[in-house]
Every structure is written in C-alpha cells, then in structure tokens.
C-alpha cells in the first residue's frame, strides 16, 4: 500500500512537470509566449486536475519492468538493489566492515546480482520503509521514473500521430520530440540516482 500511497501523492508534482514540458513545447512552436500554461499552474480544480488524470494514465501504460529499463539502462538484473554491495561499497555513509558482518553471504552474493535484489529487499528495504530518509527517497525515484515514463509515452504518441495524422498536427513542429527527449534523459538520470540513493539509504538506516 505504500507505493500505492506514494504514486498518489506524486500526480501533483508530476503534472507540475508535464505542464512544464507542455509549456516549453508552446515555446518551440510560437514565436510568442503563451502565459496560459502558467496559468494552469494555478488552477488546482480544472485543467491540472485532468492534466494529472492524463498523467495518472499514461505512467500506467508502460509496465514496471520498462520502466526500469527505461531509467537504469540496462536488460539483465536491473534494479540498484540487485547491486546494493557494490554500491554500499561507494557510499560514505556505510561501514562496509559492519556491512559484511551483516551479511553473513556477503561474498557469494556479491557475485550474484539475481540473489542480491531479494536479500536487499527482505533484510534492508522491508524493515526501513517507513522511516522518513527511506520513504522520501523512495517517493522521489517513483516521481522521476513515471516522469520519464510518460515523457516516453508522449513522445511516442506525438511521433505516430506526426506520421498518420499529420495534417491535424500540422502546426507542431518535430522539434517538441526533442523537447521530450531531454526531458526522458534528465527524469531518467534523476531517477536514477535517486533509486541508487534509495538502496543504499535502506542499509544505512539498518546497519
């Protein structure tokens, strides 16, 4: 219930950030500023409420898993949790003497990924969520990856219809997919760091 929780919290903060792209799009298009994008901003009842439904919708098309690899790059064991010793090993914060003697597999898990992400999960993430470094981590890293996520959808969206539908989106230039572009990395990045961050919180919170 706690990611659930989580996901709902973030419809706000993550129409914040599709009216932000919305808005640089309205840049790239117009020769002149249009002020209405800000003025949603202000309109918590109308339009940004549909904006986060929209929202809602669209991070729900992608299933986890691409997400994941959406955000992290890669195919095979791609969590951060499936490699939360090596990135102990870089984090200040963690003694890594009091880590082994934690883990009592340390070196055999340390060569394999696959096995990592469960222990990380059952022994580390489970009895720290809901401490407040852990769950704020958490939120953020679940903000920035629905945001890449729908960011991606978007842009997908806006190619197919460019292709097929072109003479009703005739005054939306190609250049709005470079827009969606830097947004996907930037969200992907902060993603990223913060899933990292989020592992390697876990452990320091229980060690």
């Given amino acids: 219930m706690a990611g659930?929780?989580?996901?709902?919290?973030?419809i706000i903060p993550l129409s914040v950030l599709m009216v932000l792209q919305l808005t640089v799009i309205s840049l790239v298009n117009q020769s002149a500023f249009d002020i209405s994008y800000v003025d949603i901003l202000k309109d918590t009842s109308g339009a940004m409420l549909a904006i986060g439904a929209v929202s809602g919708w669209l991070s729900h098309l992608m299933p986890?898993?691409?997400?994941?690899?959406?955000?992290?790059?890669?195919?095979?064991?791609v969590l951060p949790g499936h490699r939360f010793i090596q990135?102990?090993?870089?984090?200040?914060?963690?003694?890594?003497?009091?880590?082994?003697?934690?883990?009592?597999?340390?070196?055999l898990l340390k060569q394999n990924n696959r096995e990592q992400n469960s222990y990380w999960y059952k022994e580390f993430y489970r009895p720290s969520n809901k401490q407040d470094e852990v769950a704020s981590t958490h939120r953020a890293y679940l903000l920035y990856r629905d945001a890449a996520?729908?960011?991606?959808?978007?842009?997908?969206?806006?190619?197919?219809?460019?292709q097929f539908l072109g003479e009703y989106f005739s005054e939306v230039s190609y250049q709005s997919l470079w827009v969606f572009t830097f947004a996907i990395i930037g969200f992907s990045i902060a993603a990223k760091n913060a899933g990292n961050r989020l592992v390697t919180t876990a452990i320091a919170v229980s060690l």
């Fill in 87 to 107: 990135l102990s090993e870089k984090d200040r914060r963690i003694d890594t003497a009091l880590l082994k003697a934690r883990v009592s597999e340390f070196e």
């Fill in 64 to 77: 986890p898993d691409l997400k994941s690899v959406l955000v992290f790059w890669r195919w095979n064991n």
């Fill in 4 to 10: 659930i929780s989580m996901k709902t919290n973030n």
């Fill in 149 to 162: 996520a729908v960011s991606f959808v978007s842009a997908f969206a806006l190619l197919a219809a460019k």
